[in-house]
């Protein structure tokens, strides 16, 4: 993997911006980061902001963590980026612990200092799952394996006082629009974009494949709009290298886009 990005030059939004770029659960899959950038940058967009989960994952951890440090995009931390720091490595889930134990000191220092939600552009609140927790989902409700879209009413009884909201956590690229004109979007995940293979799906992006996903939000003069992004990237080294990792669930997850049928 290289660093061609993180070294030539580093995408910072100037303040307020009206067009940008949002990214979430890039989990450690660097050419998948690669290829966003690319498709970003092709599209003259010079903001992007991060909305967490940035590291975790049988991946390139510390090559993706020192890319996002280079880049200094405005980043919050998502539940997998607290909990390798909240807790000792023997008490982490596989994937955590693959990330923990390569980190350097400069990196737990970087993900020690995320914040937990985040206001951008002067009325755009970011979180990581929802306003008040970075482990919850906002635009879906269940488990894998029973997992549903989030109703309207639902989806309103977290929202925030703001006309757009940006979330992640789920994988799952989503957009609602309330009844009062407020946005909430999640623009699904850039490194670990496999869905539940049972989720019912009403929107055309929600079609199953192995792209990164973010999404471009817009201010217009009636109010925000987003754009779902999906971009084809080298998904067979991701799955190569989660196989090497001894994640073969990861692998196929990364070669087909969906993630295997949890067994009864």
């Not at 755009?124 to 929802?130: A, D, I, M, N, R």
């Not at 067979?236 to 969906?258: D, I, M, P, S």
Request: proline share 7%; aromatic share 6%; charged share 25%.
């Amino acid at each position: 993997m290289c660093y061609r990005h993180a070294m030539g030059h580093k995408l910072k939004p100037p303040q307020p911006f009206d067009r940008f770029a949002v990214v979430a659960d890039i989990h450690g899959n660097l050419p998948a980061l690669e290829a966003v950038i690319d498709h970003i940058a092709a599209r003259g967009i010079d903001a992007v902001v991060n909305l967490g989960d940035c590291l975790s994952g049988p991946l390139w951890p510390a090559e993706t963590g020192a890319m996002l440090m280079a880049l200094d995009w405005p980043t919050i931390a998502g539940n997998h980026d607290r909990q390798l720091i909240d807790r000792p490595i023997g008490r982490m889930g596989r994937n955590d612990a693959h990330a923990a134990a390569r980190l350097t000191p400069e990196l737990r220092s970087w993900l020690g200092l995320l914040p937990k939600t985040m206001i951008v552009a002067g009325n755009v609140f970011l979180c990581h799952g929802t306003p008040a927790r970075d482990d919850a989902c906002w635009l879906h409700r269940g488990t894998r394996g029973a997992m549903r879209e989030a109703r309207p009413d639902e989806v309103a009884a977290d929202a925030m006082d703001a006309p757009l909201a940006l979330c992640g956590h789920t994988h799952l690229p989503r957009v609602v629009r309330l009844a009062d004109g407020r946005l909430i979007a999640n623009p699904g995940s850039v490194g670990f974009p496999a869905r539940q293979a049972d989720l019912p799906s009403y929107h055309a992006e929600d079609v199953a494949e192995p792209h990164a996903r973010y999404l471009i939000a817009r201010r217009r003069d009636d109010g925000w709009a987003v754009e779902l992004q999906a971009v084809a990237y080298d998904f067979e080294a991701a799955a190569r290298q989660a196989a090497r990792n001894g994640r073969a669930k990861w692998a196929l997850a990364l070669r087909t886009g969906q993630m295997p049928r949890k067994k009864n």
